[in-house]
């Protein structure tokens, strides 16, 4: 049998992932990531007005003149930004400067819905220009002034953007993916951009070398702190007991819920037992067939709680959200998600308070260590209140 | 073949009972994402190393319970076929060790998957016998990937009735569930 065969694509030369058809090796690591590619015919507007409907905080306008001033220098940046700090408007300023200039620039996410939420965001605020969504079933057209796609599709692009803005570096399914990352690498023809609100020591360490940059943001756009976490200790029955106690004062208050569980079969049994107390919630997971009308029905107050998986982990934004962890000291809950899952509460201007509650049997390390943290966010703030 | 416990929890064999114009149907799987994402490998990514994962795990007690009938796989259109390289139904049937008659065969490019209920329904314009056997007396299996509507098995079961088989059976790798038909 063969074995010099080294993938063209992917460089890939394991031969665990070598396969044969008709006597000829191919490559099945980076097997499922074919298709059409962007040409880069396109023509872009020369112009790029953005709108936006209030002004950034000044913190915000800082970070966002440095990302120019870095990619006008050739420099790669890091964005370590906390959950809720703007981190999609700081980037404006630096991709109108991108698609005036004749340069292609993307913004690539993990989730296909986050991705959905981006263009109409970006939509609203570039109102003259021509967006692109790429996304899984909807890839017909790959090129726009600004391309917002879900980072699987950058294997469409070989050395095409002159800016690649990532966003939640640290998300499955791009954390612990050589492949996603072979193609990250291959998309970018000049410079790129990387955000996230938990960026772990290699990706601190990697940007504090000379030639790339780290840029922090450490206060939400609206200058309140981080809601820190509570946590509420005890077994089993006690837990079942105050999630329902909890639940109903924060329903009460007509306040909206999410309970976020470790587990997707959790997420139903959860569901079922809430439902004998509160008949207006539902339950949403990666096997749920229909997410996008879920989460609609959530945000017209149809669901007043939805118990969720880490689904809704990142990137959706609901006012006067309050977060209630389920078995916040189960295994999969490390200290990253922990930061990012306590990020959905208090995202908004009218509502910045939020609570978020650990409903745990015991205070573990990972739980400590996310509390710990946005504590140390929340003192780097300057005294406004 | 290995599959290790994981792949196969998540592929959830459930042998679904059904019929289709009165001829006893069964589907190994239900098409839930994982299978979806399986069968979008194999089939639309054109991996090969796949063709044994749908079957292997019963190909012994299929074998067993269809050794006396006669295999006949509903087509794909032949440019396609070599472009993939190969026939995934074919070739994922094979294994199965028995008597395999390629006799029914597809004269344009329709996919069903990309269709609507009405566009799946004038796929039977599309397929054709290019051989005719007598099967008199003897059984016949028809076996595809995926059943959605039914269009194309019946389409099939229509042609093949014209040789005169002892008894028509269905065997398909997954079943879809309607909702889940693109609009």
Redesign the interface.
Known sequence: MPDNFTCPICGNKDPKYIGYKNGKPYCRKCITFRGQEASGDYVQLDSAEWTLKYELSDDQKKLSKQLLENFQNGIDSLVHAVCGSGKTEICIGIISYCIRNGLKVGFAVPRRDVCIELYYRFADIFRENDLTAVYGGNTKYLEGDLVLLTTHQLFRYDHYFDLLIVDEIDAFPFKGSEILEVFFKRSIKKNYVLMTATPNKETLEYFSKPGRAILQLFSRFHGKPLPVPRVIKGNELYLNYKLVREVSRILKSFKQIFIFTPTIDLSIKVYKFLRLFFRNGYYINSHSENRDEIIKRFRVKKYRYLVTTAVLERGVTVKDLQVIVYHADHPIYDSYSLIQIAGRAGRKKEAPEGEVIFLARENNEEMQRAIAEINAANKKLPNLL | MPICQACQTEMEPKFISFFVDGHKAISIYDYN?FIRKLI??YKG?????LHKVFLDRYAKEIKLRYSDYVVIPIPSYKNEDEER??NHVVETFKSLGINMLNIIEKTEKHKQAVSTVNQRKEVYKYLELNCYPDLNKKKVLIVDDVYTTGSTMKAAIHLVEKLNPKKIDVLVVAKTKA??LPK
Request: with cysteine.
């Open positions: 994402p979008y490998q990514c054109y991996d090969y190393e390289g190969f909702k889940q």
